[in-house]
């Protein structure tokens, strides 16, 4: 029963939507993204992205008609240094404006366990879209107790490459890969 219930909500993530689909929407205050780079060899770097907005358009009867999109914007980024925060919003990385968007959506999935899949999707940031690959596990597919409706909740991994987004100064002195944790739930509009 938990595989079924976990691959019918990963499949909800990944196929045209239809009209039976029922729109589960994004929690900005439980859904972000950490990442994470080698800094020249003398430490890690950390950051997270947050104020998310997307949403799922789940369909329970037919998993395989459902879709996700996802997106931030670029300048939610933090990484705890104000100094560093402006830098990467600068020329020599994103030259970021107060309207630029990371954003995510959905194209395959494949099932790789009772709570695991490999959700394939293209990552939009820099004006520069790439597909990548998200190592996913299901958290729990229930009715929330305090919102008193259903939802889902996700976590999921993957590494990117910067310099393939037009951001790779400094490489590879300061890590080229980046790796990327993920953790977001989402609840079922109306």
């Known amino acids: 029963m938990k595989s079924t219930v976990f691959a019918a909500s990963l499949l909800a993530l990944t196929a045209p939507a239809f009209a039976d689909a029922e ?32 949403e799922i358009m789940f369909d329970e009867d037919d998993p395989a ?55 394939t999707g293209d990552l939009t940031m820099n004006d520069i879209t790439k597909s990548v690959v998200l190592e996913t596990s299901l958290n729990k597919a229930d009715t929330h107790p ?9 976590d999921a991994t ?5 310099s393939d987004f037009g951001v790779g100064a400094f490489a590879p002195a300061v890590s080229d890969a980046v790796e990327i944790t993920i953790s977001l739930e989402a609840g079922k509009a109306g």
């Open 158 to 162: 993957t590494t990117v490459l910067r």
């Open 65 to 119: 008609a459902s879709t996700v999109s996802v997106s931030m914007p670029l300048k939610s980024m933090f990484t705890g240094w104000e100094q560093r925060d402006g830098h990467f919003m600068s020329g020599d990385f994103f030259d970021a404006s107060d309207e630029d968007l990371v954003s995510f959506t959905s194209t395959s999935i494949e099932v790789t366990g009772e709570t695991t899949a490999k959700i």
């Open 23 to 54: 729109r589960y929407t994004i929690d900005p205050s439980h859904a972000q993204v950490i990442f994470s780079y080698d800094h020249l060899g003398f430490s890690t770097t950390y950051g997270m992205f947050s104020g998310f907005e997307g």
């Open 146 to 154: 305090l919102a008193n409706k259903p939802f889902l909740g996700f």
